[in-house]
């Protein structure tokens, strides 16, 4: 499996996907450091990058370990997002995509995100106009569908529209994030499309990673299987991880400091320290103590009791 765009090679095609709330800096560097290939920002806002770019800078901090650097924009106007892509916040990114998969309600409500798959004609003018307006690839993150698969038409009317590749997570909007992923479903839009196809969803081993490639994707996306684990990346590519957790979360805590104040930094990892020690001893006690820390440097004490005993 290896991806080429534009010239700009994928390696062994890992990527990780952008998470809102999730994707910070921070994490793209050790997931960078441990074998991702590429990795996204967090969902930019095309009309905040135009109207109010302060709230948009943070989200587009970047680190120096990463890869290939994908910019992740949306929007539900056309004009609106093929300006945005003249801001110089998104310069720094190899790729620009455009979310057309996200299924949380207040950017559904919007006409946004998951909510173009029920407008494919719009899509489709979204699509062109920020494909004429990029200096960069193009590509479209989609899902299935809203409520049932059209993922092959929407394919086919991504890369009618200019798209460099797509992305598809094999669920519906109405799915979420229950249920499994239809990796038949990626094998026939693969089988449908001359263009890239990025295969994402339930991908968490090496059992799971092997599924996702007899679809014959061209790249596999990780989201929720990184949460925690970082290092997936190199384990799919049979590297063992050998490091110490504890230094993985330091680095990662490390790099956040750089750009954020600490009240904000003790309750935002939170959701991060509970996955990095899901599979610890007494695991439950542990999370307790880490939802209740009042400190990050609290929190980064108890972690070196953890993990180096």
Not at 17 to 23: E, K, N, Q, R, T
Not at 40 to 56: D, F, G, I, Q, V
Not at 222 to 239: H, N, S, T, V, Y
Request: aromatic residues 8%.
């Amino acid at each position: 499996m290896a991806m080429k765009i534009n010239g700009i090679d994928f390696g062994s095609s890992l990527i990780l996907a952008p998470m809102a709330g999730v994707s910070d800096v921070g994490f793209r560097e050790v997931c960078s450091l441990y074998g991702a290939d590429a990795t996204y920002s967090e969902m930019l806002s095309c009309r905040a990058m135009l109207h109010n770019p302060k709230k948009t800078e943070f989200m587009t901090v970047d680190s120096p370990y990463e890869k290939i650097k994908i910019g992740q924009i949306f929007g539900h106007e056309s004009d609106i997002m093929a300006k945005a892509l003249t801001s110089p916040l998104l310069e720094k990114y190899q790729i620009i995509d455009i979310n057309m998969g996200c299924p949380a309600p207040k950017i559904v409500k919007n006409g946004e995100g998951s909510a173009l798959m029920k407008n494919p004609p719009l899509a489709s003018e979204i699509i062109s106009s920020c494909v004429k307006a990029s200096k960069v690839p193009v590509s479209v993150k989609f899902r299935l569908g809203y409520d049932r698969d059209i993922s092959r038409e929407f394919g086919r009317m991504c890369e009618e529209s200019g798209a460099s590749f797509i992305t598809l997570h094999a669920r519906t909007t109405e799915q979420g994030y229950s249920g499994k992923a239809d990796l038949d479903a990626i094998a026939r839009l693969k089988a449908s499309v001359n263009i890239p196809v990025v295969g994402n969803g339930d991908v968490v081993d090496s059992e799971s990673y092997q599924r996702m490639l007899e679809t014959k994707v061209d790249g596999v996306m990780i989201g929720r299987g990184a949460q925690g684990r970082p290092w997936i990346f190199d384990e799919l590519k049979g590297k063992r991880f050998d490091g110490n957790i504890f230094d993985v979360i330091k680095r990662h805590i490390e790099v956040l400091r750089k750009y954020y104040d600490e009240s904000w930094l003790t309750l935002y990892m939170r959701k991060h320290l509970l996955w990095y020690v899901s599979g610890v001893e007494k695991a439950s006690a542990v999370r307790l103590q880490l939802a209740t820390s009042p400190s990050i440097d609290n929190s980064l004490e108890l972690l070196n009791k953890i993990f180096n005993k």
